[in-house]
Nanobody
């Protein structure tokens, strides 16, 4: 059973930065991703990174957010810079293993104007 522990959320002013972390227990993680869900909106993909460090980003965060992973620590990070009020959401970590997908519990990110 894979367990995901997220940390790093909080309240920040517009223009500020936060770094989210998601530590995973388990074996092989093919893809590690961050999603977010704002009130009244659908959950959306923010960024993803493959085991070979291939990355992809939502257009809304390109140039501001950076995803990275430490395979030895089984941890994925999301560095968020130049935060905007519209980035306010619950951020979820998701990992894909051979045959399964697992979600973290979510961490709140609030950006004040």
């Amino acid at each position: 059973q894979v367990q995901l522990v997220e940390s790093g959320g909080g309240l920040v002013q517009a223009g500020g930065s936060l770094r989210l972390s998601c530590a995973a227990s388990g074996s092989i993680f093919i893809v590690m991703e961050w999603y977010r869900q704002a009130p009244g909106k659908q959950r959306e993909l923010v960024a993803g990174i493959s085991r070979g460090d291939r990355t992809n980003y939502a257009d809304t965060v390109k140039g501001r957010f950076t995803i990275s992973r430490d395979n030895a620590k089984k941890t994925v990070y999301l560095q968020m810079n130049s935060l905007k009020p519209e980035d306010t959401a619950v951020y979820y970590c998701r990992v894909t293993t051979p045959g399964n997908v697992y979600w973290g519990q979510g961490t709140q990110v609030t950006v004040s104007s």
